[in-house]
C-alpha cells in the first residue's frame, strides 16, 4: 500500500507564494504520475496539475503561469509551487499517486492513491 502525505498548505495574502510538498511511499516512485487537484468550499473537487514519470506536465488554465509542478525521486516527493495566489485558490488541496502510468491524466479515477489534503486559505 503506498501512502502519501501532503504539506506545506497555510494562510497567505493574496499575491503571496506557498510551496506544497507530497511525499509518496514505494520503491516505484520514480514510476508514478502524480496529481495535484484541489476542493473548494461547496465545489467540486478540481485537477490543478500532474507531473508524468518522463517530467512532462500539465497544468489547468486557471494556474498555468502562477503554479510550478517538479518531483524529486530521489525523496519520493513531489512539489507545487504557487506563486501570485488568488482568493479562488483558496482549497483543500490533494496529492494523488498513479501506478503504472503513461503521461498525465486530469482524471481522477485512473489515480490509486490519495493523499488527506492540506488547507490553502488567501487572504485577500
Known amino acids: 500500500q503506498v501512502q502519501v502525505v501532503e504539506s506545506g498548505g497555510g494562510l497567505v495574502q493574496a499575491g503571496g507564494s506557498l510551496r506544497l510538498s507530497c511525499a509518496a511511499s514505494g520503491r516505484a516512485f520514480s514510476s508514478y504520475a502524480m496529481g495535484w487537484f484541489r476542493q473548494a468550499p461547496g465545489k467540486e473537487r478540481e485537477f490543478v496539475t500532474a507531473?508524468?514519470?518522463?517530467?512532462?506536465?500539465d497544468y489547468a488554465d486557471s494556474v498555468k503561469g502562477r503554479f510550478t509542478i517538479s518531483r524529486d525521486n530521489s525523496k519520493n516527493t513531489v512539489y507545487l509551487q504557487m506563486n501570485n495566489l488568488k482568493p479562488e485558490d483558496t482549497a483543500v488541496y490533494y496529492c494523488?499517486?498513479?501506478?503504472?502510468?503513461?503521461?498525465?491524466?486530469?482524471?481522477?479515477?485512473?489515480?490509486?492513491?490519495w493523499g488527506q489534503g492540506t488547507q490553502v486559505t488567501v487572504s485577500s
Open positions: 507531473i508524468g514519470w518522463s517530467g512532462g506536465s
Open positions: 494523488a499517486a498513479q501506478e503504472n502510468s503513461y503521461g498525465t491524466t486530469r482524471r481522477e479515477a485512473p489515480y490509486n492513491y
